[in-house]
């Protein structure tokens, strides 16, 4: 049953009208069983001074483009209401018209845009409502003999508004149908959801929940968990393997879902995921359509259902199943679009936002993280719709034609322009050994700054943790993600990029940044030291590029490796005979790998840095003190050593080489591959030749 969260004592600490209605909003929108991301609308209507200090009726309605949980006083729209409220008297209004008008009705003009649900708050004679999508109403809504079911529950207290897309005519039904029946307590809006009201915010707030957990009482009574979806099919496989099977599997996917735009992804493999996936129902069930029209801007009407039974030693026979299936879907998504679209329509891309896999679970795509995590978390709710619905009878979704309509109406589209323009590395995934080093983390911080997505991976556990953190409280969640990696240990190398596919879908974009550093007259070099050097700067370098090689192969997406040299990598310097000489292997790694790359869009490349001390630990190492003592001073004064020996007399910072790796990884340098690029300040005896 779902919960009440109004808490008396911080509500009256919160000023009336406004704060109430966001604290009232973010209540509603936290528990997504009661509304969906994005999705709903609640109001207040309060009395407000004008510019010229008089009293003016106002309704405050969520704005256009905001989710309930996180909305703040900013993503409310504030309207007059003498200027609303004479609408009611019109026959017809078009979205266009309305939009327009309402914008002239606007008490600031920095407000967001009103939403096309508007006139449903103004029209009812209320002081709060709320409109919401609760998985126990829209069960109700969505099952083909939800209007009886509706009286067993709620007797003469409902109004029952048949299915319209929401704009004016769908307003104006909703606040007759309200003034028609005075015992009316809630609407119930026909595979739409749900509308209460109340004289304070409290009494709105808890009538939502109070009608929520009429339906959903009454529809747990009447599940049947071992015949949920026409009863279990298969069983799912253990944890383990559904990760692993599904690791495996999405770089392809990514490349197959990722046509004239890279898509993300994400995993999930939860027990109402797994159950749906399970029935016997299923592949008929989930073709239904949309549980709710909110979902199919993100969900598509449909998601791709692979028929698979669940066999851990037939991944070669999933693989194909997928490949038939995404390809199938993208004709279907087509053919959908020619029959229903409307002159000037762009048709989406055609791959699916939701793939549903027996015993594995269910994998989402998106313009990045968040976005494939919506598709999944509307998913969810679509689950448990169809999961109430068909306990109660059929489940019913809208005719394809107004599926279409609303997955391309204008005033949809008009939510996701909102969103800012893509930057160079929205959609992209980037791998950075090292990462909670100078270099690593300031990389990876560059990159993010353009719309990458990260994944850390760092021997130091807890310092790429931090980094990620950091990013992540400045950028968004999950845009870093950090792993452990000791890159001389292939099993965790490999573990890495599966955890990075199932986080994200895969990897795009490889920074080779591992290090370590010694120092020794070549006679006094040991074998330990010369293995050590050649194991993580050799060897690393290789088994971490060729797990990217792989997955990049895979994705079939193209790609770009950088690899961090040295100025050593050309240089023979004095006293690091194995340092040098394992730079210079990563530095001739990368050509040999940018010449079998590059049929593949693969493009791989070097910076050659010098002497980055800042957030290095190599040089707060004994490094320091061994390259003092090569130069015959002070560890103190080997920046400013550093600094003078260079022809620009500048010295080097971390942030010098993420601009570098910007720029490699980027489209600007698309042409570019087998490259060394210095970025030293100007070493003359480390030029390039």
């Known amino acids: 049953m779902v919960q009440s969260l109004w808490d008396a004592q911080k509500a009256s600490g919160i000023q009336e009208g406004l704060g109430q209605l966001v604290y009232r909003s973010n209540l509603l929108g936290t528990d997504r069983r009661v509304c969906n991301w994005g999705g709903g609308n609640t109001s207040s209507k309060t009395v407000i001074q004008d510019f010229r200090g008089r009293d003016i009726e106002v309704m405050y309605v969520k704005g256009s483009g905001s989710d309930l949980a996180t909305m703040k006083e900013g993503n409310f729209t504030g309207l007059r209401m003498e200027d609303v409220r004479p609408l009611y008297e019109l026959d017809e209004m078009s979205d266009e018209d309305m939009v327009a008008y309402l914008a002239n009705c606007m008490v600031d003009p920095k407000h967001p845009r009103a939403s096309i ?393 490889l920074v080779n940044n591992a290090g370590l550093a010694t120092s020794s007259p070549f006679d006094e070099t040991s074998l330990k030291e010369w293995n050590l050097n050649m194991n993580v700067l050799g060897t690393g370098y290789f088994l971490v590029a060729r797990e990217a090689f792989k997955t990049m192969k895979e994705q079939a997406l193209g790609g770009s490796m950088i690899f961090i040299g040295s100025k050593n990598s050309v240089f023979a310097g004095k006293n690091v005979t194995a340092y040098s000489s394992a730079k210079a292997l990563e530095a001739h790694l990368a050509r040999c790998i940018a010449a079998e790359g590059g049929e593949l869009g693969i493009r791989v490349n070097t910076i050659l840095p010098d002497a980055i001390l800042q957030g290095s630990a190599i040089w707060n190492s004994n490094w320091r003190n061994e390259r003092a003592a090569a130069y015959g001073i002070e560890p103190d004064q080997l920046e400013e050593h550093y600094r003078k020996r260079t022809t620009l007399l500048v010295n080097i910072y971390p942030r010098d080489i993420a601009e570098g790796v910007a720029f490699f990884a980027s489209s600007k340098a698309a042409k570019t591959t087998g490259c060394m690029m210095t970025i030293d300040g100007g070493v003359p005896a480390a030029f390039t030749r």
């Open 117 to 509: 649900e508007t006139l449903l708050h103004a029209f009812l004679p209320f002081k709060h409502v709320d409109h919401t999508h609760p998985d126990a109403i829209i069960s109700l809504c969505c099952a083909d003999n939800g209007q009886e079911i509706a009286r067993e529950i709620f007797g003469d207290s409902f109004v029952w508004v048949p299915y319209i897309r929401p704009g004016f005519t769908l307003s104006k039904m909703i606040a007759q149908g309200v003034r028609n029946n005075p015992q009316a307590e809630l609407v119930l809006m026909e595979k739409h959801g749900l509308v209460t009201w109340g004289d304070t915010a409290e009494e709105s707030y808890a009538k939502t929940i109070e009608m929520i957990n009429k339906a959903e009482a009454y529809i747990e009574a009447r599940v049947n968990e071992e015949q949920l979806f026409g009863g279990a099919k298969s069983k799912p496989l253990p944890a383990e393997e559904r990760s692993h099977i599904a690791a495996a599997l999405m770089p392809f996917i990514r490349g197959a879902v990722s046509d004239e735009k890279t898509m993300m992804l994400t995993f999930d493999d939860a027990d109402d995921v797994l159950q749906f996936v399970s029935g016997k129902d299923a592949p008929q069930l989930s073709q239904v359509g949309a549980a709710c029209p909110d979902h199919l801007v993100h969900t598509k009407v449909v998601p791709l259902f692979i028929d698979w039974t669940p066999d851990a030693s037939d991944v070669e026979g999933l693989r194909k199943l997928l490949v038939e299936g995404i390809a199938a879907y993208k004709e279907q998504y087509k053919a959908y679009f020619e029959r229903n679209k409307h002159e000037g329509d762009v048709m989406f891309e055609a791959a699916p936002r939701v793939i549903l896999i027996p015993g594995i679970g269910m994998i989402n795509t998106g313009k990045n993280w968040s976005n494939s995590k919506v598709s999944g978390a509307l998913y969810h709710r679509a689950i448990a719709v169809m999961r109430g619905a068909t306990a109660l009878g059929n489940f019913v979704s809208l005719s394809e034609n107004e599926s279409y309509n609303v997955e391309y109406w204008p005033l949809e589209l008009y939510k996701l322009s909102l969103a800012p323009a893509e930057a160079e590395f929205s959609r992209k995934v980037a791998l950075i050994t090292g990462g909670a080093g100078g270099i690593g983390s300031e990389t990876a911080r560059r990159l993010v700054e353009e719309g990458a997505h990260v994944v850390l991976a760092d021997l130091n556990l807890e310092g790429a943790q931090k980094v990620a953190d950091e990013i992540n409280a400045q950028f968004g969640e999950h845009r870093a993600l950090a792993v452990r990696m000791d890159v001389t240990n292939e099993e965790q190398v490999t573990a890495a990029y599966a955890e990075a596919a199932l986080h994200y879908g895969g990897v795009d974009i």
